[in-house]
């Protein structure tokens, strides 16, 4: 069976952990999409880790975790995920890399560096790990495969030049920087390809056998459906799909096979980076939630940079978890929200005089306004509760008002960070 785990509004919903969680009952996890541009937050018995490219099921010893060739693969960062778990007590996790999947170079980093410095005020709030420049080449088909290594060296040389007559010319006279010169480019990627060859294989022919002999499969999806490029705040977004229909590309399996799908789903809102973002907040009492809100506070796994905050958006949400054709949600961080008196949720956005209930383009979206409704809060902690029943009878229905915004059942409910802190109903 495969089942995929995917975000349903800005990223940074909890996926980490609900991958995690469910890894235990899974045989292997694949990263389908996205780089290590942004990250995974879990806490489990061997600690606190922030989770880049490797997939979140790499804390089981019985799980194969998969980096499918949709995935930006840096190919440093990935070994030092790697050894950083070891170093740290995890037993060295069973990973397999697609030999189809693409390299992150080191200039597509400095590309990004360049161009988000060139734009000032206008940029696009990059987290400068080189994925815009690294999904233009790949769709411009200029960009390197982990299957490049192993060609000899004059046809890899060839094609190295090849690449650099365009890199090059952005160089020199867009960004005024020194060349690239081919033997350089070359020596990395021999370093590469010493670091990454212990774990390259044909994955999508062991996912094939592993369909075929009934494994129970998890596909892990980075950020979320606000971030995809064709149904996101477009150009605030990533550069890969976020939709769980992605999945079935970027691991290399038939759509059919995916049955579940799990949006996570945060009981208040929060982002990192530039874009629309209707319901947020400002502040001291943005202030307030971020410090409250995950584990240590609301700041970015890999940036590290604070999250904008905002309240609950049913309007959002309700387009994220139908874009992502969700069967059920997982609704996160609701224990963080025990300090209010009353909990805003935006259920509809004002519009040029009109009330909008479906989710708007980027365009329409720069004037909408919140509209809120407000549900009585419940002024306890509820960190350790395991029954849906023994919650407080407010925090029951702040769950089933969302529920019935959203129209899809939320069948966990996450009221801390720790892998077992979950309820499910």
């Known amino acids: 069976m495969v089942r995929a785990i995917v975000g349903a509004n800005w990223g940074d919903e909890g996926k980490g952990k609900i991958t995690d969680m469910l890894g235990e009952n899974s045989d292997i996890v694949i990263r389908f999409q996205g780089g290590a541009n942004a990250g995974h937050t879990i806490i489990n018995n061997y600690g606190k880790f922030a989770l880049h490219t490797l997939p979140s099921g790499v804390f089981y010893d019985h799980v194969t975790s998969i980096i499918g060739n949709g995935?930006?693969?840096?190919?440093?960062?990935?070994?030092?995920?790697?050894?950083?778990?070891?170093?740290?007590?995890?037993?060295?996790?069973?990973?397999?890399?697609?030999?189809?999947?693409?390299?992150?170079?080191?200039?597509?980093?400095?590309?990004?560096?360049?161009?988000?410095?060139?734009?000032?005020?206008?940029?696009f709030g990059s987290t400068k790990s080189g994925i815009a420049p690294f999904y233009s080449d790949k769709y411009a088909k200029i960009g390197f495969q982990v299957a490049d290594l192993y060609a000899d060296e004059a046809s890899l040389k060839e094609k190295i030049a090849g690449v650099l007559v365009q890199k090059n010319v952005l160089l020199e006279h867009l960004y005024h920087k020194e060349p690239l010169q081919v033997q350089d480019i070359y020596d990395t990627l021999m370093q590469y390809k010493e670091m990454i060859d212990p774990y390259v294989c044909d994955t999508a022919a062991y996912l094939h056998q592993a369909l075929a002999d009934g494994k129970n499969i998890l596909l892990e999806g980075q950020l979320g459906t606000l971030k995809d490029p064709d149904f996101g705040i477009y150009p605030m977004v990533t550069s890969s799909s976020t939709l769980a229909a992605y999945g079935a590309i970027g691991a290399g399996i038939p759509p059919y096979e995916i049955k579940d799908i799990i949006a996570v789903v945060k009981a208040y809102s929060s982002a990192v980076g530039a874009g629309e973002f209707v319901s947020e907040i400002f502040g001291d009492e943005a202030q307030e939630l971020r410090t409250r809100g995950g584990d240590g506070g609301e700041y970015g796994a890999t940036t590290g940079r604070p999250r904008r905050m905002g309240w609950f958006d049913a309007v959002a949400t309700r387009y994220g978890v139908r874009m992502q054709g969700a069967t059920e949600v997982a609704l996160t961080v609701l224990d963080v929200l025990g300090y209010l008196d009353e909990l805003p949720v935006c259920v509809g956005y004002e519009f040029h005089g009109r009330i909008l209930k479906e989710f708007p383009?980027?365009?329409?979206?720069?004037?909408?306004?919140?509209?809120?409704?407000?549900?009585?809060?419940?002024?306890?902690?509820?960190r350790g509760i395991r029954r849906y029943e023994d919650l407080p009878e407010n925090c029951r229905n702040y769950i089933e008002f969302i529920e019935k915004e959203i129209g899809v059942p939320i069948t966990m409910v996450s009221n801390g960070p720790g892998r077992d802190e979950i309820i499910h109903r």
């Not at 693969?73 to 030092?80: A, F, G, T, Y």
């Not at 992150?104 to 990004?112: A, E, L, S």
């Open 71 to 123: 995935v930006a693969l840096n190919i440093p960062l990935v070994i030092k995920e790697i050894d950083d778990l070891v170093s740290r007590g995890v037993p060295k996790p069973h990973v397999l890399v697609s030999d189809r999947a693409q390299i992150v170079m080191p200039y597509h980093i400095y590309f990004d560096q360049c161009e988000e410095e060139r734009r000032g005020k206008k940029a």
């Open 361 to 382: 383009t980027t365009t329409h979206l720069k004037d909408c306004k919140p509209v809120y409704e407000y549900l009585p809060g419940w002024k306890c902690e509820i």
